[in-house]
């Protein structure tokens, strides 16, 4: 999350997330099979605890706003992440702007 956080896509190395993850650039490969997919990997993981941490009430939209503005302002490296890929993929391998429901 960090290394994409801090470099995007593009920016990021395998390499470097393989050093701080104690394993080869080849097995991160070999799981996740490119970049863009270890970063969607992420980015999901990124959707799910953002939509448990804001909790989404469609009665309170208002609320729910300030509730993700928070979140943001308190872990601007989360916002980078997603940002970055917003900005980035432009593809079908895009992660859906839309996070998943909370985990009930």
């Given at each position: 999350?960090?290394?994409?956080?801090?470099?995007?896509?593009?920016?990021?190395?395998?390499?470097?997330?393989?050093?701080?993850?104690?394993?080869?650039?080849?097995?991160?490969?070999?799981?996740f099979r490119g970049k863009e997919a270890l970063y969607a990997a992420v980015a999901a993981r990124e959707y799910?605890?953002?939509?448990?941490?804001?909790?989404?009430?469609?009665?309170?939209?208002p609320g729910y706003a300030g509730r993700l503005f928070d979140y943001?302002?308190?872990?601007?490296?989360?916002?980078?992440?997603?940002?970055?890929?917003?900005?980035?993929?432009?593809?079908?391998?895009?992660?859906?702007?839309?996070?998943?429901?909370?985990?009930?």
């Amino acid at each position: 999350m960090e290394e994409f956080a801090r470099h995007g896509i593009a920016g990021g190395r395998v390499d470097r997330i393989a050093k701080l993850a104690r394993t080869s650039k080849e097995r991160v490969y070999a799981y996740f099979r490119g970049k863009e997919a270890l970063y969607a990997a992420v980015a999901a993981r990124e959707y799910v605890v953002i939509a448990d941490a804001t909790q989404m009430d469609p009665s309170d939209l208002p609320g729910y706003a300030g509730r993700l503005f928070d979140y943001f302002v308190a872990r601007p490296d989360h916002h980078r992440l997603i940002t970055w890929g917003r900005l980035e993929l432009t593809d079908a391998a895009a992660v859906a702007d839309d996070p998943p429901p909370p985990r009930q």
